[in-house]
């Protein structure tokens, strides 16, 4: 228990709708985050959750005619598998609809209100239902909301609400952000706080509405629901037992060392929450940090425009440890940063499988080669090994720094700039020459350091990739030995047990290319063709299988094949696997539900030809008739890629 702790949190998302990849892009941030820190000796409590109440959800709810517990139900399952997939390690996950929750907010608004924080008096304003945001008619863009990324209608609202006496505490939080210059991150979110909101004088909140349900009643005032931003921002505490029999969390991780949001809602959280935590006595988190947005062709990504990128897609495609890394290094955390599928294809072809996939394949095959696949004992030092050794030495505590900042790029590109000195070891040091001329005791050292140096790469790979260094592991023959995958073990250049055998094994990043239709292909390389080891026993095997299953021209002519071109695709509700289409076979038309929504968007589809079985008996699919089935191939990885006719031919082609 007397380890330093470290609490840090996301914001909690609406379950409104799929989550896309702008919030994974904060979770994976606050996830790497945590790894680091659990790595670094941490006691880290890590928490993400979702925001579930407020109009914007009960009329998302009521369009899909649904109870509004239901409806974020079903969302929430769905988020909490997209965080397994991406290997989000949160150690919890709170829904503002849970008891705990409710419970806890009820009583810290009754606190507000005893103590006089809180009155009772008539709201008269503009309301943004998108946002959840009360504005003045001051503040309104020629009469809508001033969000410059949302822009949509406000609506008038004049009912009776509580207010929180904002004004009170405006010079002690003034004080407090000028003093305390980590406490808003980065910098020019600072100053736009203090001049746009702070410094102009802040006007008393309005902390609860009357005009629908779908939320925390004030307690003692059960016709009044508390304001979303309220009910939200206290999950941060509530999640940690505050107000319930059990605080004990508050007291152990209270403050917050981190609380990672989007830039856009900086001001809810270094404004009213700070003043909420005042009001109840608490300190205030040691950092908010803002970061930039992920845009797409040059505007943000936002459920609401529908310009969305998928993550589950590009897990899908790319892995996640990929786009955990894409993530990660592309765009410096705090700057806004356009998002491009090929920018990701070029980071997994460069970053992972040149350099870091060369540094190990290289290192193992002349390992395999030269030492028949055991680590030898280092034997005679030379000219390049001080550099190597003092660079991985430095590298632990460089990250740290940079992790400490939040500069996840920059941690990686450091990382990165180990590998480029470990592959230029390689091609300096030319271990071939060394082997060629007999020089064993300075191959055996040379060798012995880029095996060594490879185990520092994945130790402090894994709060970046936590899938990928025990891929490494396996193939370096340290599998078994987790003292050689923690941080302490960096403080040595040369804890790796001389005598370990090493198990190459699959190509870790296979290269990537875009198909023309924007999918990723995987590149022939001679090393991802190696054949499988070939046995007697498998060829048998083989052979005997392939009698089997030989079938005569007669079967094959019972298969009406046809060319068919997809006419509309439609994603199936409730699944995500399955799309619905028309298909146009010639003048016929076909309704057909084909399980590739993972593979292809819908809005791609239309106008592609496909191979298409024509006489297969129609079945139901969650209720949708399918008549027929389209023909598409499977790379044995999970990739699935339709197959087409090599030049044009009218639909419903017959294929002979
Ligand atoms: O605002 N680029 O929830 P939300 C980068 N429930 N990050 C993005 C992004 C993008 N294009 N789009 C979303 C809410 N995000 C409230 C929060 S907290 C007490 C309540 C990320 O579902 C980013 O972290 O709209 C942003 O702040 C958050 O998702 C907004 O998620």
């Known amino acids: 228990m007397d380890r330093k702790t470290f609490y840090i949190t996301t914001p909690i998302y609406y379950p409104s709708d799929r989550l896309h990849i702008g919030h994974s892009y904060t979770t994976v941030a606050a996830d790497a985050m945590a790894r680091f820190k659990r790595l670094t000796g941490y006691d880290v409590r890590f928490l993400t959750g979702t925001d579930e109440h407020g109009q914007k959800i009960e009329r998302r709810a009521q369009e899909a005619g649904r109870e509004p517990q239901q409806y974020v139900d079903e969302i929430v399952v769905w988020i909490k598998k997209l965080w397994e997939t991406l290997d989000i390690s949160y150690d919890d996950f709170i829904r503002t609809t849970e008891e705990r929750h409710k419970r806890s907010v009820q009583r810290l608004f ?23 945001t009360f504005w003045t008619e001051r503040q309104l863009a020629e009469g809508t909301c001033p969000n410059p990324d949302c822009r949509r209608p406000v609506e008038l609202v004049a009912e009776e609400s509580y207010f929180f006496r904002m004004s009170k505490y405006a010079g002690r939080l003034l004080e407090h952000i000028e003093n305390n210059p980590d ?74 060392d981190v609380q990672l949001i989007g830039k856009e809602i900086v001001r809810f959280h270094t404004i009213y929450w700070p003043i909420f935590l005042m009001a109840l006595g608490l300190p205030l988190p040691k950092k908010v940090f803002g970061h930039g947005w992920l845009l797409l062709d040059e505007g943000k990504m936002s459920k609401s425009k529908g310009n969305v990128i998928d993550p589950v897609i590009l897990v899908d495609r790319y892995g996640a440890d990929a ?32 350099d870091l996939g060369n540094l190990l394949n290289r290192t193992l095959a002349m390992l395999g080669k030269f030492y028949s696949g055991e680590v030898p004992c280092p034997a005679a030092t030379g000219a390049g090994d001080e550099d190597l050794k003092k660079a991985a030495l430095e590298l632990p505590s460089r990250l740290e720094e940079l992790m400490d900042q939040l500069q996840f790029s920059a941690a990686l590109s450091e990382l990165w700039k180990f590998i480029a000195l470990a592959n230029k070891y390689i091609d300096e040091q030319a271990p071939w020459s060394l082997a060629r001329a ?33 891929r490494i592991w396996e193939q370096i023959g340290i599998a078994g030995k ?15 047990p001389a005598g370990t055998k090493i198990a190459a094994g699959e190509v870790l990043f296979p290269r990537l290319e875009l198909g023309a239709d924007g999918v990723p292909v995987r590149q022939a390389t001679k090393k991802d063709n190696r054949p499988l080891p ?34 509309t695709a439609a994603p199936v509700p409730g699944t995500d696997k399955l799309l619905k289409l028309t298909m ?53 990885a999970g990739r699935l890629v339709l197959t087409t006719t090599a030049g044009e031919v009218p639909p419903g082609s017959k294929v002979k």
């Not at 498998?538 to 006419?567: G, M, Q, S």
């Open 110 to 132: 009754t606190r507000f209100y005893e103590q006089g924080d809180i009155y009772k008096s008539k709201y008269e304003g503009w309301y943004c239902t998108p946002c959840e």
């Open 183 to 256: 406490f808003i991150q980065p910098a020019s979110r600072k100053n736009e706080m203090v001049s746009n909101f702070l410094k102009p004088g802040l006007e008393d909140l309005c902390v609860s509405r009357t005009t629908f349900r779908w939320g925390i009643p004030v307690p003692f005032d059960e016709g009044h629901i508390i304001y979303v931003w309220l009910d939200a921002l206290s999950n941060y505490i509530t999640a940690l037992g505050f107000e319930s029999e059990d605080d004990s969390l508050l007291w152990r991780y209270w403050p917050a």
């Open 323 to 354: 786009v955990r890394y894409f993530l990660l290094r592309e765009i410096p955390f705090g700057a806004d940063g356009n998002f491009s599928e090929e920018a990701l294809v070029q980071r997994l072809n460069f970053d992972l499988a040149n």
């Open 438 to 470: 007999g020089n064993r005791d300075r191959l055996a050292t040379v060798m012995y350091n880029l095996v060594e140096s490879v185990r520092i790469v994945a130790v402090l790979l894994q709060p970046f990739m936590p899938k990928t260094p025990p």
């Open 482 to 496: 987790p003292a050689l995958h923690t941080w302490e073990s960096l403080s040595q250049f040369g804890r790796f």
């Open 534 to 567: 070939d046995t007697e026993e498998t060829k048998r095997k083989e052979e005997k299988n392939k009698a089997a299953e030989l079938i005569a021209i007669e079967d094959f002519a019972r298969v009406d094949l046809r060319v068919a071109r997809i006419k």
């Open 584 to 636: 146009d076979l010639g003048g016929e038309e076909r309704q057909v539900v084909a399980g590739i929504a993972q593979h292809y968007r819908p809005e791609d589809l239309p106008g592609r030809d496909v191979l298409f079985v024509a006489n297969l008996k129609p079945v139901k699919l969650r209720g949708i008739l399918s008549e027929g089935m389209l023909l598409a191939a499977g790379d044995g």
